[in-house]
């Protein structure tokens, strides 16, 4: 009876086993919740309809840091596998990586040189390749697993890829998904950045959008069919029935970027005769961004965090000597880490920069502060001139801290056109709307973070300094700005997950590596004798009586 019993019962556990075999359960007990898949990821994921490949190709010898980097990676994977069983993931094996080291370098991903010091002192050098290639319906994307940001250490930049491991992954998958190409416009007409001036920019942005420029008319509907429109460093005044189309484009749901310097100034006079004017400049749009809840100032801001310049500081004339100097009409921006715009972006560099002011605290949009300055600050008021022979720092101008420079607004916005007719001569299909659908905007008070450089007829990086070879944020501002404006799932939202950094102190961890070592020698033996010796006795003695 007793054997049938055992017999029922490790049959009923097989079975029960074999039945919640395909059944996994986890809880998510970590206060980041660093092990649980946002809706919006589960919902980008479910979307495919075709097997996902997946190949992760950071392999090989590495420190402790990225051996973490690549089991997060793994866990988020077979989080995803949960929700999708089309995805299947790849490792190459070690005859096939070398091939596809190659392939990497072929297409620009290069290797990721990790400099680490040994306890001999001698420094140690690993290639790594820190990247995946997705595949679907024969479309493939390569993804970068690592963020690096000038003056963050090596563990800070390691924790920031993990932190946006979730999202850089999921919004590849989007891509590759999505049904259609959405389309974004610049504008032209009115002394804009050329095609040229943001080659880079539209270059980057065409991963993600269709990307049209042009001209407006007459038509109030001409900017409906886009999901962002993009005004880039304007010159020229704007007529009011530009600003009409523009306004009930919004006030439709449309999204806008504004890139809008507050003063005129003359680069090529600064050039030629290393001095410039620099006095307002109207738009004629003050109104509608007031209307928005911002206004951009008309004075220039300096900062002591800037660019450096070469300066010839010899009176032999030749016999040039080049000494960099601060630049303080170049200031390096800071970002918030409080917007998904922002977050973990590096430094916005910028030159002849204004200042906002956000207004109407009770019009019920939502504003935040995405660009700043320093803590060391000055405005210079308009009109003034900027003299390349007086480089001078006063310290004591320089006694603002965090002026604003790019904010973004959402909400339902207000229509500049309240209580106002329609210019003559527009043509539109249905009705003027003096209130919008809730929509997005970002105003930036200057115009030439978006504008790359050339060299020997290439396009530079966005933000690329080619004299501190130095690459600045710039272009991950500029395209994360269009994915917020255009994001209408919350799929942006990723880029907000926290990950805690706990990191060891490696001199406290060296200093008592000796004890900790003894102590996991002997604890556990002590601990045998301390449970074994008395249970060997007490036996001894109950068999032996």
Request: a neutral charge.
């Amino acid at each position: 009876m007793k054997l049938r019993t055992g017999i029922i019962i490790i049959c009923g556990v097989a079975a029960l086993n074999l039945l919640l075999r395909p059944v996994v359960c986890r809880y998510d007990l970590t206060a980041d919740k660093r092990y649980t898949l946002s809706r919006a990821a589960q919902q980008e994921i479910q979307k495919a309809d075709a097997p996902i490949d997946i190949t992760v190709y950071l392999q090989g010898e590495m420190n402790a840091g990225f051996r973490s980097l690549r089991r997060a990676v793994y866990d988020m994977l077979s989080d995803m596998q949960r929700y999708n069983r089309q995805i299947s993931v790849y490792t190459p094996s070690e005859e096939e990586i070398d091939i596809a080291y190659k392939r990497l370098d072929q297409s620009g991903y290069g290797p990721v040189i990790v400099h680490e010091r040994q306890q001999d002192g001698r420094t140690a050098q690993t290639r790594l390749y820190p990247y995946m290639m997705i595949s679907y319906k024969g479309r493939n994307i390569i993804v970068s697993l690592l963020q690096q940001q000038r003056g963050r250490s090596g563990e800070e930049n390691l924790n920031a890829s993990q932190e946006g491991l979730e999202y850089t992954v999921t919004e590849a998958l989007h891509t590759l998904t999505k049904d259609k190409t959405e389309s974004i416009a610049f504008l032209e007409g009115h002394g804009e950045q050329s095609e040229q001036d943001v080659y880079d920019w539209s270059a980057a942005l065409s991963r993600y959008f269709q990307v049209d420029r042009g001209v407006l008319g007459t038509d109030a509907d001409i900017l409906n069919n886009y999901k962002a429109l993009i005004i880039a460093d304007p010159q020229e005044q704007f007529s009011d029935t530009d600003k009409y189309i523009i306004d009930q484009y919004l006030m439709q749901g449309g999204s806008i970027f504004w890139l809008i310097n507050g003063v005129r100034f003359s680069k090529d006079m600064l050039t030629d005769n290393g001095i410039t004017p620099i006095i307002p400049l109207d738009l004629n749009i003050s109104d509608m961004l007031f209307r928005y809840g911002i206004r951009i100032n008309p004075a220039l801001v300096q900062d002591l965090q800037c660019l450096m310049i070469p300066v010839d500081v010899s009176s032999d004339p030749l016999k040039p000597q080049y000494q960099p100097i601060p630049w303080t009409y170049s200031p390096l921006l800071l970002t918030s880490q409080n917007s998904p715009v922002t977050r973990n972006v590096m430094q916005v560099s910028s030159s002849f920069t204004s200042c906002i002011d956000i207004v109407g605290g009770e019009d019920g949009l939502k504003k935040d502060i995405l660009l700043a300055t320093s803590t060391a600050s000055a405005l210079t008021p308009t009109p003034a001139e900027v003299d390349l022979t007086d480089l001078s720092i006063h310290q004591e101008m320089f006694k603002y801290s965090y002026i604003p420079v790019a904010v973004s607004v959402e909400g339902c916005f207000p229509s500049v056109f309240t209580h106002r007719m329609p210019p003559e001569g527009i043509n539109q299909t249905g009705g003027k709307k003096d209130k919008s659908v809730y929509t997005k905007q970002i105003i930036a008070a200057t115009g030439n973070i978006c504008r790359n450089e050339w060299e020997q007829g290439q396009p530079l990086p966005t933000g690329y300094d080619r004299y501190t070879k130095t690459q600045f944020g710039n272009r991950d501002f500029l395209v994360n700005a269009l994915l917020w404006l255009t994001d209408d799932s919350g799929l942006i939202e990723l880029r907000q997950k926290t990950v805690a950094l706990r990191l060891i102190n490696d001199q406290k961890a060296h200093g008592i590596r000796t004890r900790i070592q003894t102590a996991s020698i002997l604890l556990p033996l002590l601990l045998i004798l301390t449970i074994g010796l008395p249970f060997n006795l007490i036996r001894k003695h109950r068999y032996t009586r």
